[in-house]
Every structure is written in C-alpha cells, then in structure tokens.
C-alpha cells in the first residue's frame, strides 16, 4: 500500500469536466471581469482544446454515469465527487448532454460566459432545455448544442423524488448512528479502558460519502437542538458544520473523515466536567471555570486513549486542543501556544461557536438566530475566526441559514429550508408556520421569497425580524426536513 | 481455509444475465481469487507462495479485463454472486475463513474490481483482509474502514451499517429545544415576555444580523487572493507534517496532569509518537521533547508528585526497549560519514535514553562503516556508562574480539569508581588487546592488583605474561612471593625456559629472606631428582638469578659458594645469572 500514490491527479476528461464545473461555480458568484473568472475560462479552453478530437466534442450523461466522446469516466474515489456534482447539475437542468463544435475553439469570452449564465440559470425554468435552445439562439451561439433527455416516464420523476427522501433518510440514519457512536466512546472512554475507533469512522467514513453527495441536508439536519442532551448534539453539529465547510473548501474525502472525527471529538473532555457546572445557570466561581477551560484539553488527551492507529491519533489530536484558542491565539487553554492554529482547529472554532450560540443554553438569557450569529461571528473575523473561513462560512449558509425563522410583512411566522447561496440574492426558500389547535406550529406551505411582484418588481412578502426558532418552541429540524 | 464449492460445479441458472463466456470467465477468475486468498492466508505475506498466488491473480484479471468489463460480485450471508449466478458457496465447516465471510461479517454488500486493477493493489486488499481477519471487541478499524482508509483506486465497495439496525431512528418531532421552565429561566426571560406577550422569548435582537443592509456584502466576498489563499491551506493541511506540533500538544497536556494514571496514558501514546519520529528522522524534534520531559521531571520536586519523576523515569527507560533501540539501530547503519548533522543529533538523543541501551549500541561499532558513526558511538557509550556500567559489562561476556578491542577507546577513559569491576572483566577477554589494556589500567591503579591477575602469568600471550611479570616485579610482597614460590614448585616441568627464568626473577624482584632455602636448594642442591626439573641447569640459573636479584646478605653467601662450587653445573648456572645481570645493567653483588 506505501508504494501507491495517495491521490492522482485528474485525467484527461476528467480535467476538463472539473474545468467546466468549476467555471460555472465561479461564474456564478462573480462577475465578468473577476480575475478568476478570466482564469477560469483559459483552463477552460486549455482543457477543452486538450479533449478536442475530430469535428466536436460531446458530454453526454446516462444513468449518473459521465460519458466524454462515449467514454465512460471511472467513477472512483477521485472522480466521485465531481461526477456527482456535475450529474446533479446536467440532471436538474434536464441535460443529456452537450455537444461542442469545432468553432468552440473560436468562440469569445463573452460568448463562453454568457452559454455558462445561461445554463446555470436554467434549472429555475419549467423546461429548461427550451429556454437553453432559445437563449442559446438569442445569443448566436451555435458551437454548442444541448441534448436533451428523452421524455421522463412517471417511474423516473418518482425516482428522483426517492432520491432526495432516500438523502433525507441517509442523514437522518447517519445523525442517528453518529450520536450512538459519540455516546458509546465517550461513555466507555471515562471507564478507563481503552476504546476502539471502528464504529465511529465507519459512520463518518459514510457521512463523508453521502455529504459530499449533499450537504444541505446535513446543514438542514444540524439545526437539531436538544436541550436534555446538549453535549451530544453540539459536538454531532459541529462535526458536520465543519464537515460541510470542508466541502467548500474541497477538501478530499480522506481529509473530510479526518475532519469529521476531530470535531466530533472537539468536546470530548467535557465528560469529566459535572453536569451541575455545565449546566449551571448562574456564573461559574473560579475553580468551576477552570475546570470547565480543561475540557479542550482533555479532550486531546482522551483522544490518546482511543484504541485506533497511532497515524490517525496524531492526526486528529491537534485540533480539539486548539478549538477555544482564537485566531488571534487568546483563548484557552492557557499555555504559551504561539503556533497558528490549523486549519481543522479554525474550521471548528466556527462551527463550535455557530452551533453553541445559537443553541438555548440554561446559563444564557438570549439565544441568538442563525443571521444574527453569522453577523456576530463577522464581526469576529481576523480576532476570534479565520478572516477567509468565516466568509467561507457565511457563503455556504447564505444570510438566512437553514433553521432562521423568520417574521413576513405579510405576519406569517417562516422557517428558512433552504437558504440562497447566490450573490446578491438574499431571500431564501421558507415554510409558512401555522399554530395548530394545540398552540403547536405545524409546517405550511413552502414559499419562495425571493418572489416579487411581476408589476411593482417588490418582493411578495418582505423578511421584518428574524428569530431563533427554540424561542417559538419550534425544532427547525422537523419541518426543515419535511420540507427538503 | 477451504473453499467447498469450486464455482465449476455451481449450475448455470436458465435466466442468467451474464452471457455465458462471461460467466464461465468470472468463475474461472474467482477461483483464482479464492485460490490466492488461501495461499495468502496459509503463507507469509513475503513468501514465494503468497507472491505467486498474486501474480496468478493479476493475469487472471488481465486476462478477464482484455474481453470484460469491470467485474461487480455481490455478497450475500453464504455465497459470492455475478449478477444472478452463484460463484462461490461458503462452507459450513469453516464458515469463519471463507473470504465470503469476512466481507459480509463487516457489511459489505458488494465489492468491484475495476479496469486498471494493479497487483499492488491486490496486495493492499488481501493485507487488510488479513489484518481484520478476526475482529477484537474494542478495534481501530474493519475491512471497510480499511479499504476506505486504503485508498485503493480500482477497488470499489459498498457496505452497509452493521453496528446500530436495533437503534431507533432519530425522531425530530418528539424532542423538544427549548429551555425547561425553571423558575431560574422564567426570571431571565420575564423581561421580554412582559414587553411582548405573543412571540419570542429570549431572543437576541441586540446584534446585526448579516443580512443587514449596513453590512456590506464585500464584507464576506471572498477574492480571488482568498481562494487562492484557501487553496494554499488545503494543500498545507493535507501535506501536514504534524509530528512538532503533536509533540507540543503531549508536552502541554502532561505539563497540566495532576492525576497519574492520565500522565502514564499521554506518556504511553508518546512513546508510540517516539517511534515515528524515528522512524521520520525528526531527531531535532525528539531532542527538544526528551529535553522539556526532563525540564518536567525537575519541575516538581515534591514529594506529593513523585510520581511524575517515577513515570518519567519509566518512560526513558521503555525508550530504551528493544523495540526503539531496533530503529535507532536500522537509521545509524545507514548513515555515512557526511551525515553530520542526523550523527550529532542521533548523540544526543542517546544520551537520553537508557544505559541498558549500550547493549544494543555496542554491534554497531562493527558493523558500521562509518568512522564518525562510530565515534559517536563510543563517546555516547562513555556517557552512558557514567551512569551504570552493569550494561557494558554485560557487552563484554561477549565473545566478539573485535567488539571489545572497539571498545577500548571507552574502556581506556574509563575513571575510577566502579569501573574496576570493567576492568577485570576485561582482562578475561578473548581478545589479547583487550586483556593487556585491562592489565595496564589496573596496575597503573593499584600494583596490588597483580596479586589478582596472578593467573595471567599463564597467558598465552607473550606481552601479557611480560606485564604480569612486570607487575609483579614491582614489589615486596610475601604474598607475591609465596604465589610464585608456589607456582615455580608445581611447574618445575615447564619447558619453556624464558618463562622459568622470567618467574625467578620476579621472585627475584618481589620476594624476600623466605625464599632463601629455596633459592639455595635449587641451586647448590645435586640433581639426585632431576627428573623433578630440581638439579637442571636452567632452575639453577633461574635461582642465582633471584638469589642476586634479593640482595641479601645470606643470598650473598650462597652465590658465593655456587660461584665456588665443584659442581661444573652449578658454577655455569652462577656465571649465566651474573652475565644476564650484568648485560641488563643491574647492580649485582655476585
């Protein structure tokens, strides 16, 4: 196994595929003239022209297998990522397929970013392969052409339906299998023994698989708040938050588990510390403080008396130890640590603290909503938080996170399930919540906000105030994930 | 391992959706596979068996790929399926072996080698096999978790939980987030609920939301510089050497124990990170921790935490197992004279550890090439030795001449103390060297000690026996005297004369009065007990020489009367003492 390289680099195909993924990306949060957005096409025409054999060149899809010139791509542990996200692109566009023409090679800057704006846009559409034809035909672009799926029978729509309930269940089993698992170390490792690793990087290894397929049903599962069990859930939380930035920033799969580990464990040593401290409502005395900052500490230190390999002990240490120190190195523990933190460590002290300050804690008096917190963090970047992170962070969310509940022009109370991650585009996707007859919120109808009027151009209903929804006595992950 | 069913006798069911040639070639190949994992498991890793079980393996697939596709076998409980054909079915005898076994044991539903599969490959994915072949209770890992970590690129898998199917799915509408209603929170919340009455209770209103319009978004835009900046991180992470940072984090974590048994369990996975940074060559870092480990030790001299030193102590001494010292060993036969920097640094790590480390140290002076390696050595040996000699004398029941003439250069500079224990123990050495270095040093030390090396007087080397006789020579000693009066009697039949002649005259040098009548006998008595060796003419010459060389008045007087003798044999005998005398330049009175 040492002889084997641990990553390759991408093929041929491959290369271009992730060209053309990633200029899309780019072009959608930036504009024209960015300097990445110009360095973006020239991979793109590179790696095209690299492709280009005899008259065109076409990407085809078929049963979520990628085909460049009728070759399949490998799915494996490289190309997985990219082959899902570009099948879950072409497939919500309704593409089977683009066929390039020689005069691609030809083809503007301009043009090459108008064709990406318009495919990026058309899933919004009703039939997005017509509004392709048509925008494509408006623009004169001619060296491509888009091949559209054939017809989809009932089975088939059923079946893209079952696949997000299937996401839905993933998450739901992994969240479920993650708890048990963090349970179980975190009770067999205050017995003293020695605990072994397996379940726990089995289910993670698993999360990192269905993650990387979707994460906005892990970031809609993470808004779970249980008040009985906090530790648990924060720490479940926070391995995901951090999983989910480390998406982002397009960590590999490998980095990802490693990730996921070291922040399931960042509260570890919080197993030592009494309940009545933890959930002590007044302030804590001295001694209780102190006792209380060990924790990350320990936490490092119980991580050594796991029972997995020494390679991954060394590895997953550090971070814990670092995750209440700040960027700017304050914090706790106190030692004379004048290392910068590692990027794990800087990845969970956001999430950490995204997580804790937006859950109801008996010591708080307010709790603050999910864009409130995002504002709060900002404010911290470059002091508390990693500067490019916390953007990065903020980015992945969106200004209204999953789980913000929000009050409408209109009275109504709603739940945001899914937050838009688009530039310049603030209103998210939400469900109306209504009182039962019990006093109970129940999930409404889901509505777009981002809506406007087609005559006065206003948004349909405009956000007033934004809540945490505990204060409601709403649990976001319910009706979010009912909504997904 | 026995596979029961050769997949040749499982029948080709009537629906197949394998086409037949495809499928007789996936069961041939599967065979092959079945055949392989039997041999790896009966066989060594390295073992010309096992090798050639995976080469068999790699054309089978090659083979199998040049008219096929990716191969995609299905495990179920107790049988290996393509499709809808059974290949393989596990035996009931020894169900636990079957490979079948293990990949279902641990969830796997379906496993897929693909176009480009290498042998390597293959090799990494029996080794796991092996490795979580029998799972312990409390385990780092299984075949799944081992083939993910194992990254192998034409090998594919989808497993299913095993651990948790009995536990009930989270169910989100039963938990309730919000805060019990204590009196304690009711009195935090009082304020706002007064101000309104229908609608939020604890909700911070007092910090900007980020979608505030007087946030900017160019605040959270992230540039091209940024993702740039991010890209670098990435990389950095993923190529991150953790071993400093690791030992920093130990370092902090034992300098805040207060309870032993989590000292002793960070101490335990620091040895383990000992290790790696060996095997790394990271030496400086390793310096740096043995240096703060020994700050710690003397940080707390009370005798409320003796328990650190004793477990530091411990843990320098666990240093020193076999185990470490195998790695320092392997990295110093490797290096060369020019290796400066890894040599000065690799001395300074020794210094640290155990002197039972000598022990292992000690074969390396011979089997390295290099001089520097071996300076190194030496001058670590030394210092080691300042602390317990036990190992190094140990090191010199060895048999190997030429380790201990290697280890002179140590043995010379050896001070006073303990150390003469080393050097008697050097003198019953095989190498001649090393016998007559200990010789030296001790007489030079105390000549008294001749009286215990007195034995060495039969040395079979000549400078040894000279030394001996030197030594003794050195003086008055009745004890001395009588030692040889002893062994001059029992060897009378010696032959070789210079040996004789060289005992009486360390008599000669070191006796007294008392062996006058001795002296006088061998010398003036007749030779009626030749036989004996009494009466022959080297004993007499032997005799008049110690006689002359004890310069007393009655030894005066019995060379005076061998010089008279009437007895031919008695006169030469004192002619030859007096001219051997005389050519060496010492006063006679003969």
Not at chain 2, 210 to 217: L, T
Not at chain 2, 234 to 253: A, P, Q, R, S
Not at chain 2, 315 to 341: G, W
Not at chain 2, 399 to 404: A, V
Request: glycine share 4%.
């Amino acid at each position: 196994m040492a002889n084997l390289p641990k990553y390759r680099s991408y093929t041929l195909y491959e290369n271009f595929l992730h060209s053309f993924y990633s200029l899309l990306q780019t072009t959608r949060i930036h504009k024209d003239d960015h300097k990445l957005v110009t360095a973006g096409i020239s991979k793109f025409y590179d790696s095209f022209a690299s492709c280009m054999q005899g008259e065109s060149l076409t990407i085809k899809i078929s049963n979520d297998h990628f085909f460049i010139q009728d070759k399949q791509l490998s799915y494996n542990r490289i190309s997985k990522n990219l082959i899902d996200n570009m099948a879950r692109y072409f497939n919500a566009r309704e593409l089977e397929g683009l066929k390039f023409s020689l005069a691609s090679r030809e083809a503007s800057n301009e043009a090459i970013l108008a064709f990406m704006r318009l495919l990026d846009s058309a899933d919004q559409r009703q039939n997005p392969v017509a509004f392709l034809q048509t925008g494509l035909n408006l623009k004169n672009i001619d060296w491509v052409e888009v091949l559209k799926k054939p017809e989809k029978p009932q089975e088939d729509k059923l079946s893209t339906l079952k696949g997000k309930s299937e996401r839905r269940e993933w998450a739901r089993k992994d969240y479920t299998y993650i708890s048990a698992s963090f349970k179980e170390v975190a009770q067999k490792v205050t017995s003293k023994g020695r605990v072994g690793m397996r379940k726990t990087v089995r289910v993670i290894q698993d999360m990192v698989t269905h993650l990387i397929e979707d994460d906005e049903v892990y970031s809609a599962i993470s808004t779970l708040r249980v008040f009985d069990d906090y530790t648990f859930t924060h720490s479940v939380n926070v391995a995901i938050l951090s999983m989910c930035i480390g998406k982002h920033i397009n960590l590999s799969p490998r980095s990802l588990e490693r990730l996921g580990i070291c922040a399931l464990f960042h509260d570890l040593g919080k197993i030592e510390v009494p309940d009545r401290i933890l959930n002590k409502p007044g302030k804590l005395d001295d001694a209780e403080l102190k006792l209380l900052e060990e924790h990350s500490l320990n936490s490092a230190r119980l991580i050594t008396k796991l029972r997995t390999s020494r390679d991954r002990k060394a590895k997953i240490l550090l971070p814990p130890f670092e995750h209440h120190l700040k960027y700017n190195l304050s914090g706790y523990p106190y030692t004379n640590w004048k290392k910068p933190l590692t990027l794990f460590g800087r990845i969970i002290s956001i999430a950490d603290v995204y997580d804790a300050i937006t859950s109801p804690r008996i010591y708080r008096k307010t709790i603050m909503s999910p864009d409130r917190a995002l504002g709060f963090m900002l404010d911290g970047a470059g002091k508390d938080f990693d500067p490019i992170l916390i953007k990065v962070f903020i980015n992945m969310f969106g200004v209204y996170p999953v789980g913000t509940l929000l009050k409408l022009n209109s009275g109504e109370l709603a739940l945001v399930i899914s937050s838009s991650r688009m530039k310049g585009e603030k209103a998210p996707l939400a469900c109306i919540m209504e009182k039962d007859i019990n006093g109970r919120y129940k999930q409404g109808a889901t509505v777009n906000l981002a809506e406007r009027d087609a005559e006065t151009g206003d948004y349909m209903r405009e956000i007033i105030e934004t809540y945490h929804p505990s204060t409601f006595g709403i649990q976001p992950a319910e009706h979010i994930f009912s909504g997904y | 391992m026995q596979i029961s069913k050769p997949a040749e006798h499982i029948k080709h069911s009537q629906d197949s959706l394998l086409p037949a040639q495809e499928l007789q070639d996936t069961k041939q190949l599967v065979n092959v596979l079945l055949l392989a994992w039997k041999s790896y498991c009966l066989y060594p890793e390295r073992h010309a068996a096992s090798i050639k079980a995976l080469e068999n393996l790699e054309s089978a697939f090659s083979v199998f790929f040049s008219t096929h596709s990716d191969l995609r076998l299905s495990v179920k409980k107790d049988s290996l399926l393509c499709e809808s054909e059974t290949l393989h079915e596990v035996s009931s005898d020894t169900p636990s072996e079957d490979i079948v076994s293990l990949l279902y044991r641990d969830g796997i539903q379906w496993l897929e080698f693909r176009q480009g599969l290498r042998q390597e490959e293959l090799t990494s994915f029996f080794n796991i096999l092996n490795k979580y072949r029998e799972l312990e209770e409390e385990t780092e890992g299984d075949i799944v978790t081992g083939l993910i970590d194992g990254n192998l690129e034409h090998i594919n898998i989808k497993a299913v939980d095993t651990f948790w199917q009995d536990v009930p799915l989270i169910d989100f509408s039963n938990i309730n987030p919000s805060l019990p209603e204590t009196e304690d929170s009711a009195k935090h919340i009082e304020p706002e609920k007064t101000e309104q009455q229908e609608g939020p209770r604890r909700n911070d209103i007092s910090t900007r939301s980020i979608a505030d319009p007087s946030i900017s978004e160019e605040l959270w835009e992230i540039s091209p510089a940024e993702y740039e900046e991010l890209q670098k991180m990435v990389l950095e992470e993923e190529n991150w050497d953790n071993t400093e940072d690791i030992f920093d984090v130990l370092l902090v974590i034992l300098g805040s124990q207060t309870d032993q048994y989590n000292f002793s369990s960070v101490l335990d996975f620091t040895l383990e990170e000992v290790a790696e940074a060996i095997e790394q060559d990271e030496y400086g870092l390793l310096l740096n921790l043995f240096q703060s480990l020994h700050q710690l030790l003397y940080r707390d001299a009370s005798d409320e935490h003796d328990w650190v030193r004793l477990l530091i102590e411990g843990f320098f001494q666990d240093l020193s197992s076999s185990k470490i010292f195998d790695l320092i060993t392997a990295k110093l036969m490797l290096l060369n004279d020019s290796d400066t920097e890894k040599i000065q640094a690799l001395r300074q790590i020794l210094l640290f550890l155990s002197p039972t480390g000598i022990l292992s140290l000690g074969p390396i002076l011979i089997q390295t090439r290099s001089s520097a390696v071996r300076k190194m050595i030496l001058e670590a040996i030394e210092y080691l030795c300042l602390r317990d000699l036990e190992p190094l004398e140990k090191l010199l029941d060895s048999p190997e001449k030429e380790l201990g003439e290697s280890l002179l250069p140590v043995l010379s500079r050896l001070k006073k103390g303990r150390t003469n224990k080393i050097f008697f123990k050097m003198t019953e050495h095989p190498s001649a060297k090393v016998r007559r270095e200990g010789i030296r040093v001790l007489l030079v030390r105390d000549p008294f000690f001749v009286q215990k090396l007195f034995s060495l007087i039969d040395d079979p080397h000549k400078e040894i026996r000279k030394d001996i006789f030197a030594g003794i020579a050195m003086q008055r000693s009745s004890v001395l005297e009588n030692m040889l009066l002893k062994y001059i009697k029992e060897n009378f039949d010696k032959k070789d004369t210079a040996h004789i002649l060289a005992c009486y005259e360390a008599l000669g040098r070191c006796g007294s009065a008392a062996a006058t009548p001795f002296l006088r006998r061998i010398l003036l008595d007749q030779g009626w007990n030749w036989f004996k060796g009494y009466g022959k003419l080297i004993h007499r010459e032997g005799a008049a020489t110690a006689l002359a060389l004890l310069d007393t008045r009655a030894a005066k007087n019995i060379l005076q009367t061998a010089s008279k003798s009437k007895f031919k044999v008695v006169r030469e005998a004192f002619d030859k003492a007096m001219a051997k005398i005389d050519a060496s330049g010492e006063d006679s009175n003969g």
